[in-house]
């Protein structure tokens, strides 16, 4: 797989799968975007960081992460249950 450099944004790579060239926007993983409000009500469902994460498909860090940048900590969201 040795992906070449098209026009900058788009990548030509080789199918791991079938072996035919294909092209790619880019690569690595989106974005997650999971609103702050599935965060909280899984929190809640779960009553665990980690079995939030599994449920949202994200890691623990990334749950902490949405709460930082809401200015909520982890404590806040199990108070108001």
Same mark, same amino acid.
């Given at each position: ?17 079938? #072996? ?9 993983? =989106?974005?997650?975007? &999971?609103? %702050?409000?599935? @965060? ?16 949202? #498909? ?9 709460? =930082?940048?809401?200015? &909520?900590? %982890?404590?806040? @969201?199990?108070?108001?249950?």
């Amino acid at each position: 797989m040795t992906p070449k450099n098209q026009d900058g944004k788009q990548m030509i790579i080789d199918c791991p799968k079938c #072996g035919e060239k294909i092209v790619v926007n880019g690569l690595g993983r =989106k974005p997650l975007n &999971i609103p %702050l409000k599935n @965060v909280c009500d899984t929190l809640w469902a779960h009553g665990s960081v980690a079995g939030a994460a599994n449920e949202l #498909g994200c890691s623990p860090g990334y749950i902490y992460k949405v709460l =930082k940048d809401n200015g &909520i900590s %982890l404590r806040d @969201v199990f108070k108001r249950g």
